[in-house]
């Protein structure tokens, strides 16, 4: 018999480029929802990745997956952004960020007027400033609109230290704070394996944090764009979300007197639940990673202004 109070729990993901199609994907063979539902300009290739996966479904789990509109966002649980517009030749980072907050201001405009209870999971670079421009565009929480922020840096400072000291990356507790991108800092003092500080010399340290920032550029040398790890650390966003998880997650969030850090989307832990960010965690940095968390911070700031 039917359950008629059954409501499908759907994730839309707007921007089924590389990384969007890739999330798609992860959600799919995670089963993470019972409806993905891809939104893009380029509606004849969201089709067609649709239907490629709609096609493997006899081998998974029971998912819809069908390529949609803005209007699909009305039942939607999270709408996870992945849109954007990639750098032309000749074109200024500023010019670029300028096109991009265009891109979002589009993208929540039609995404608020279908739904204003979702949870809005921004993933488009600058993830940061994007992530403040949509939360003040779309007038939600700051509670329901979170920023990838450094969830992927954290996860690659993981791997990178576990495979130095041959831990499984699970393991490692680690975080880089701060921007997702040049100013972001790995927060050392708080690294540990089973509660105990890890033991690396500071040339290990700047070896591996240096690695963690590079990642991103070497991968794109080498095959033009990421979007596995990203795409694994957008489901990982999503089950803390579904699975009303209280998860630890280093996301992009609104700060408000953090150590004296105010009005600025920015990579910190956050407990996360059904309700979207619970919680920021207090670091309890030391005097220097305030330092450069507060660097951080300024930056962001002056890149907001520049658009805002
Ligand atoms: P891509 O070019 O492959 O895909 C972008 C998609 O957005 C395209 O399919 C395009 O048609 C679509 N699009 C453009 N404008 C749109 C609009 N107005 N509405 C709907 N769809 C639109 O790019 P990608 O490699 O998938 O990267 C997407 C974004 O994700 C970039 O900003 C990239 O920097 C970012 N990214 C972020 C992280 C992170 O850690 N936050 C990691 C990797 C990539």
């Excluded at 009005?263 to 030391?286: F, S």
């Amino acid at each position: 018999m039917s359950d008629s109070s059954f409501k499908p729990t759907r994730i839309v993901v707007v921007g089924a480029g590389a990384v969007g199609s890739t999330t798609a994907y992860t959600l799919l063979l995670r089963g993470q929802a019972s409806e993905i539902v891809l939104v893009d300009v380029n509606r004849e290739r969201a089709h067609g990745d649709a239907l490629d996966m709609s096609q493997g479904l006899p081998f998974i789990s029971r998912t819809r997956v069908w390529a949609g509109d803005y209007s699909d966002c009305k039942d939607a649980d999270i709408i996870i952004v992945s849109a954007g517009v990639g750098q032309k030749s000749g074109e200024t980072r500023q010019d670029l960020l300028r096109r991009n907050v265009r891109v979002i201001e589009q993208i929540v405009e039609n995404i608020t007027k279908y739904t204003t209870d979702a949870i809005l999971l921004i993933a488009t670079n600058p993830v940061d400033v994007l992530s403040y421009y949509a939360f003040k565009q779309s007038g939600w929480k700051a509670s329901r609109v979170i920023g990838s922020g450094t969830l992927l840096d954290s996860a690659r400072l993981r791997y990178l230290t576990g495979r130095h000291l041959q831990v499984d990356p699970r393991s490692v507790h680690a975080h880089i704070v701060g921007e997702h991108g040049d100013t972001e800092l790995a927060i050392w003092s708080r690294t540990n394996i089973a509660g105990v500080p890890v033991e690396l010399s500071d040339e290990d340290k700047q070896a591996i944090f240096h690695d963690v920032k590079d990642s991103a550029y070497q991968i794109i040398q080498a095959k033009g764009a990421t979007y596995y790890a990203i795409a694994l650390a957008l489901d990982r966003i999503c089950a803390a979300i579904l699975r009303d998880e209280s998860a630890v997650l280093n996301v992009s969030t609104l700060v408000d007197d953090y150590h004296g850090i105010s009005d600025v989307y920015i990579g910190l832990p956050c407990i996360i639940d059904h309700e979207g960010i619970r919680e920021i965690i207090d670091l309890k940095p030391t005097p220097e990673e305030l330092a450069g968390l507060k660097h951080s911070a300024s930056e962001l700031r002056k890149r907001i202004d520049s658009v805002m």
